[in-house]
């Protein structure tokens, strides 16, 4: 009787790790905790980029003139030059706090070719200061990218 009701149980516990696995990375990602977002702004301003071409930033979504509402989906892209392609490993996003935080491993699994999108990214209410910097294959590196992120109530 046990041998048979043992693999069965064994199944079932497989079954219910995997769900609760996949309904874990569903949620919202939250990108910033309201303990980070308490930290001092950083001071200083954006710094200028190499003489030569590196790749572009762009942040598709959200839209950088109006606030948001919280969770969004935060997409940004980046663009080689001249048969160059992205370094992924050299992609860094930096929350612009004193002490600045490294959120690159937060958001590493959502970047996919040359794109990070992540549909529900949270943020706690207020103005929220990151950069973004990535290299190409050419060892070239982009101008960094200086944004901020609205979010209301």
Not at 1 to 20: D, H, N, Q, S, Y
């Amino acid at each position: 009787m046990m041998k048979v009701w043992l693999p069965a149980l064994k199944r079932t516990a497989v079954c219910i790790g995997v769900f609760l696995g996949c309904s874990a990375t569903a949620g919202a990602v939250q990108l910033i905790t309201p303990q980070e977002a308490a930290f001092p702004d950083d001071p200083y301003g954006p710094t200028r980029g190499g003489p030569t071409p590196g790749p572009n930033i762009e942040v598709v979504s959200p839209s950088l003139l109006a606030l948001v509402k919280s969770p969004f989906q935060l997409k940004i892209t980046f663009r080689a030059h001249g048969g160059a392609a992205i370094d992924r490993d050299s992609i860094t996003i930096t929350y612009r706090k004193v002490p600045a935080i490294d959120i690159t491993q937060r958001i590493g699994t959502f970047l996919r070719g040359d794109v990070i999108e992540i549909p529900d990214a949270e943020l706690p209410e207020g103005t929220h200061p990151f950069r973004v910097d990535v290299r190409d294959s050419r060892g070239r590196w982009g101008a960094p990218l200086y944004f901020k992120i609205g979010v209301a109530k």
